[in-house]
């Protein structure tokens, strides 16, 4: 098993819906979790972190955190065409910063 | 700077040849990761700095593959005698403590032919 798992996709949504990324991970003393955006042939960009459980809100983006779970999520509300990108979960375990292997994302205009 | 700095932005090695691959963190930054990443798939862990010192090189996939940091800013991964399947874009990323976001620089993209 994997440290990091997410569902590669692809995922896709019309525009202006919801859409719902998950990750789960391994090691359940991990505090702290991260959700990337990676275009194509770009680096990841730092989009959100969460560090204690339940939801954390930050305009179009709510990241939620169970860690009895060892789940985290990410919902993009009212998607738009430029939020189609690869979308990676990274959790810090021990001295290591797991990262997802991404889920790609497509909004359909 | 304002941001991570990596250089080359693109590198194309024989196969054999010797690259290095440097890294400048955001000023102040203790924490230095590598990272390589193959296409279509997530970055992988190589190596991780705090200040000058080299905390975890487990990642690293063989013993051509070297990073160092002798002053805690700049970092430079080099490998030896490249092989093909070394093909990937290197990440670098930076942040001011362990368990903080970090950001990446534009990477390294390396072909080796």
């Known amino acids: 098993q994997k440290e990091v798992e997410q569902n590669s996709g692809p995922l896709s949504v019309p525009e202006g819906a919801i859409a719902s990324l998950n990750c789960t991970y391994s090691?359940?003393?991990?505090?702290?979790f991260f959700w990337y955006r990676q275009y194509s042939g770009k680096s990841p960009e730092l989009i959100m972190s969460?560090?204690?459980?339940g939801d954390k809100e930050d305009g179009r983006f709510t990241a939620q955190l169970n860690k009895a779970s060892q789940y985290v999520s990410l919902l993009i509300r009212d998607s738009q065409p430029s939020d189609s990108a690869t979308y990676l979960c990274?959790?810090?375990?021990?001295?290591?910063?797991?990262f997802g292997t991404g889920t790609s994302l497509t909004v359909i205009p | 700077g304002a941001g991570v700095s990596q250089s080359p932005r693109y590198k194309v090695a024989k196969r054999g040849q010797d690259v290095a691959l440097r890294c400048d963190p955001i000023?102040?930054?203790?924490?230095l990761f590598w990272y390589q990443q193959a296409l279509g798939q997530g970055p992988e862990f190589l190596t991780y700095?705090?200040?000058?010192?080299?905390?975890?090189k487990s990642g690293l996939p063989s013993d051509r593959f070297f990073a160092e940091r002798p002053e805690g800013s700049v970092s430079t991964l080099k490998i030896q005698r490249t092989q093909q399947e070394d093909s990937a874009v290197y990440l670098c990323?930076?942040?001011?403590?362990?368990?903080?976001?970090?950001?990446f620089g534009s990477g390294t993209r390396l072909t080796v032919v």
């Open positions: 990323a930076s942040s001011l403590a362990s368990n903080y976001g970090y950001t």
């Open positions: 090691d359940r003393g991990s505090q702290s």
């Open positions: 969460i560090y204690s459980n």
């Open positions: 990274a959790v810090i375990m021990g001295n290591q910063f797991y």
């Open positions: 000023s102040g930054h203790v924490s």
């Open positions: 700095f705090q200040n000058e010192a080299q905390l975890d």
